[in-house]
């Protein structure tokens, strides 16, 4: 069964901090993966795929086919990257656009 | 810019009531989406549509219906509706085909409450 798991519900560093957040999935195809970021009070918005391979707002994320995860990390947070994340997969094969989400980790940092 | 509306930020309820919460996108996207967001359990789907007319169950539709008369239009009905039901509701999105066709746009969210 497709599934993403997201181990951690909350995260908290300090600003100047490197984080990762955590993404594996399970999924017999081959994957599509994001970030989704909601901030507070805002929508959801997608931070970034895997096949564009860019780094948004100093974020990347590697696939890691072989450890079946998605991680996001920074090297050095700040107070505005605080808010919820959501790790997601698309789905039957991508042909109709679903996406399965994990449940969130949401990020505090801390001054 | 893509822009997903929802008709209410915040609504509330009463148990038994029938409910309708309206989506509209203007960006001319084949798939729409209702997702109900709640702590600790994240996204979970609903019902979706690919097409005019057409509906498919997500991991969730009991207790939910749906609409799509026309394309920028998505409404989630429920049917009468329960306190379990109190949760916030997202609609999203997105391109049938294209590059981009997995990146889902969402609304802002309603914030329901079933008394």
């Known amino acids: 069964a497709q599934r993403v798991t997201q181990p951690e519900k909350l995260l908290s560093v300090f600003k100047g901090a490197p984080v990762e957040l955590k993404c594996n999935y399970s999924?017999?195809?081959?994957?599509?993966l994001f970030w989704y970021v909601q901030y507070s009070r805002q929508r959801l918005q997608l931070l970034l795929r895997?096949?564009s391979r860019e780094s948004i707002k100093g974020f990347t994320a590697d696939l890691n086919k072989g450890e079946t995860s998605f991680h996001l990390k920074k090297p050095f947070a700040q107070e505005e990257d605080s808010a919820m994340y959501y790790c997601?997969?698309?789905?039957?094969?991508?042909?109709?656009?679903?996406?399965?989400f994990g449940k969130g980790t949401k990020l505090s940092v801390k001054p | 810019d893509v822009k997903v509306t929802q008709s209410s930020r915040y609504l509330v309820k009463r148990t038994g009531e029938k409910v309708f919460l309206e989506c509209v996108q203007d960006?001319?996207?084949?798939?729409m989406f209702w997702y109900r967001q709640d702590p600790g359990l994240g996204l979970r789907l609903i019902y979706f549509?690919?097409?005019?007319?057409?509906?498919e169950k997500g991991d969730i539709p009991e207790g939910y219906s749906v609409s799509r008369e026309k394309k920028e239009r998505f409404s989630l009905i429920l049917e009468s509706a329960s306190t379990n039901q109190t949760s916030m509701y997202l609609c999203?999105?997105?391109?049938?085909?294209?590059?981009?066709?997995?990146?889902?746009?969402f609304g802002p969210g309603t914030r329901l409450t079933v008394l």
């Open positions: 549509s690919y097409d005019v007319k057409m509906k």
């Open positions: 895997h096949i």
């Open positions: 997601a997969l698309s789905s039957y094969g991508g042909s109709q656009g679903n996406l399965i």
């Open positions: 960006m001319d996207h084949e798939n």
């Open positions: 999203a999105s997105s391109l049938h085909s294209g590059r981009d066709y997995n990146e889902q746009f």
């Open positions: 999924y017999s195809g081959s994957p599509e």
